[in-house]
């Protein structure tokens, strides 16, 4: 068996092991929609995650263009393709001293790293967001990750859901990804969306997207991530129909189907409006199922 060592995170046939970080912890995505291009009303897992941006080390002015061209800058984040994994995260040591993150602070000052009561609990998260702030966290920290606050009081441990929110301090944790649980994807029009501007949120996602083929003329090409909002993507398609197939992080086309959607009547004239999402109209019943060639 071959072991491939990038940085700090090992690779054994593709899966990833541990990855060694600092957590800290955020209220929520923001609006419209955080870094994957989801509202926060559409992620269907109460407890979420974001990953770096850019791997920039000591580098904290510099706000690289996304997405971002050149790869060996980039971040967990990886432009958007890790939105939609699941992550477990075990919970490491705890900060005695003042931990910040500040540029020109070290990491836990004055203190010293801890075992406690709390080592060794864990949650699953879902990667919906991004992180490219300037501190030390989101620069020097490469697998860093930026937790849900609420999903804080509900860590298990032997059993036992425990509240770690209390004694924090921007802990020491151990993560891996996960094969997510099962879910029902669901298209949206995105805030804005129309006829001639065809951007979609795709929800519902387990194990990321890899590749979204639109059926142009009866034949399937990619579409266009928006940015590297990793589960939005703008169709080329201008007819006001549309069909497409989403592929997982292994390349499986998700519940091996495709979906023929067009606008709904909340989107009148094809045109949506100021809201976060709309619900797609679906045509042919409500999904398309793939023939086999």
């Known amino acids: 068996m071959k072991l491939v060592q990038i940085g700090t995170v090992s690779m054994i046939m593709g899966i990833a092991m541990s990855n060694d970080s600092m957590a800290t912890h955020f209220d929520g995505i923001g609006a419209p929609f955080g870094g994957c291009g989801v509202p926060e009303s559409l992620i269907n897992y109460p407890h979420y995650l974001a990953l770096n941006v850019q791997d920039t080390p000591n580098d904290y002015s510099t706000y690289l263009q996304r997405p971002i061209a050149d790869k060996s800058r980039l971040g967990l984040f990886n432009n958007g393709f890790n939105c939609g994994r699941f992550i477990r995260v075990t919970l490491g040591k705890y900060c005695t001293g003042v931990n910040s993150g500040m540029p020109g602070k070290e990491f836990c000052e004055g ?5 406690d009561e709390f080592t060794g609990a864990q949650q699953e998260y879902i990667v919906t967001d991004s992180c490219q702030d300037g501190n030390r966290w989101c620069r020097d920290d490469k697998f860093h990750t930026d937790l849900k606050t609420e999903s804080l009081n509900n860590f298990k441990l032997n059993g036992r859901t425990i509240d770690v929110s209390n004694k924090w301090n921007n802990r020491q944790v151990s993560w891996e990804f996960i094969e997510g649980p ?11 969306a129309q006829q001639y501007w065809p951007a979609i949120i795709i929800a519902g996602v387990n194990n990321a997207i890899s590749e979204v083929l639109e059926n142009v003329n009866g034949h399937w090409q990619p579409a266009k991530m928006n940015s590297d909002m990793g589960q939005q993507y703008i169709l080329s398609g201008t007819t006001g129909t549309y069909e497409i197939q989403v592929k997982d992080i292994n390349g499986n086309v998700y519940h091996n189907r495709s979906f023929k959607f067009t606008f709904p009547g909340d989107c009148p004239n094809n045109h949506c409006g100021s809201n976060p999402a709309y619900l797609v109209r679906y045509l042919n019943g409500e999904e398309k199922f793939l023939q086999t060639e």
Do not use: E, I
């Open 111 to 115: 203190g010293q790293w801890v075992g």
């Open 182 to 192: 099962q879910m029902d994807l669901q298209l949206y029009w995105s805030q804005n």
